[in-house]
């Protein structure tokens, strides 16, 4: 039996609907979409996503188009905003994908013990595409076949988990991962920037004060900002304050213009025509179409 089509076996056992399913396992999930979906706007976290069966299309702040299916592997270094499309599944042969957030942590320690800090991490860029190597699929099948044995996940899954990182950092996409870990790599503080901004998003802020929590400048933050994410650091926190606007209407039944108020809109016309251009439709409508098709939000 092929790797790929053991691991999507393992996936159509363990998530029988649609949607994403957390495990037993730290860090993974599991993807399941029977049929094409329509573009899905999403902050994409830091993690490594192997298709096991069908194709999906990504496209980062309508850009740069990555479509990737069995045989490439997707890496994300930092959270960004990404619209993701399902553009290959049917019910007899679902869209499958394994999903594991990175452990920056375990990262770091495996740069360290590699003792392996050098320039190819300059690109300074968030998302990779690789070929994927026997040996990094040989390790996803083995982590995910942990979940037939749930006793065995405590001991078995740290190991898998440790040498599929190793494998990405010995892998053709190393420096998208190594940059984040280099001392003093422009990525590293754009990701302060970004991590600043997911934490004050419903704040008001000026480039000047971002540029110094990210110690950049701010022509450099400007730059190298819109080099990883595809967009500025307004555009940045934009996308965020939508992104839970939808969320707080979907999931906590809130008004339109209190979920606004809520992210930091003082305009509730403001909000409205941001919300229709980012996701097609007025607030009420979006959310009608997501109650009748509930895994297009949970979809990444």
């Known amino acids: 039996m092929s790797r790929y089509r053991e691991i999507a076996e393992k996936i159509a056992q363990h ?29 994409h976290s830091a993690s490594i996503c192997i298709i096991a069966q069908g194709r999906k299309k990504l496209v980062l702040c309508e850009e740069k188009v990555i479509d990737y299916g069995p045989g490439r592997h997707l890496i994300v270094s930092v ?6 499309q399902v553009i290959e599944a049917t019910e007899d ?3 499958l994908c394994v999903k594991l957030d990175l452990d920056l942590s375990l990262l770091g320690e495996l740069v360290l013990a590699m003792n392996w800090f050098d320039d190819q991490a300059n690109a300074c860029r968030a998302v990779g595409l690789g070929e994927t190597p026997d040996a990094l699929l040989d390790a996803a099948a083995r982590l995910v076949r942990l979940l037939d044995t749930p006793d065995d996940i405590a001991i078995l899954a740290p190991v898998i988990e440790r040498e ?24 590293q503080n754009v990701n302060r920037a970004i991590n600043w901004i997911k934490d004050n998003y419903t704040r008001s802020f000026s480039i000047e004060q971002l540029a110094t929590e990210a110690r950049m400048s701010t022509s450099s933050l400007h ?12 555009q940045y926190q934009k996308q965020l304050r939508l992104q839970e606007a939808r969320r707080l209407i979907l999931l906590q039944a809130m008004d339109a213009a209190t979920a606004g108020r809520r992210v930091g809109y003082d305009s509730p016309s403001q909000f409205s025509r941001e919300y229709r251009r980012q996701f097609g439709a007025p607030p009420l409508k979006d959310i009608d179409r997501l109650r009748a098709q509930p895994e297009r939000y949970a979809e990444t």
Request: proline share 9%; aromatic share 4%.
């Open 223 to 234: 730059e190298h900002f819109r080099q990883v994410t595809n967009m500025s650091p307004l």
């Open 164 to 187: 599929i990182l190793y494998r990405l950092l010995r892998g053709e996409q190393a420096g998208v991962l190594r940059q984040l870990l280099t001392p003093n790599n422009r990525l």
């Open 93 to 95: 042969e679902p869209y």
């Open 15 to 43: 998530a029988a609907e649609d949607g994403v399913h957390a495990t037993q396992i730290p860090r993974l999930s599991l993807v399941r979409m029977s049929k094409p979906t329509e573009p899905t706007h999403g902050v």
């Open 79 to 84: 959270d960004v905003p990404l619209v993701g």
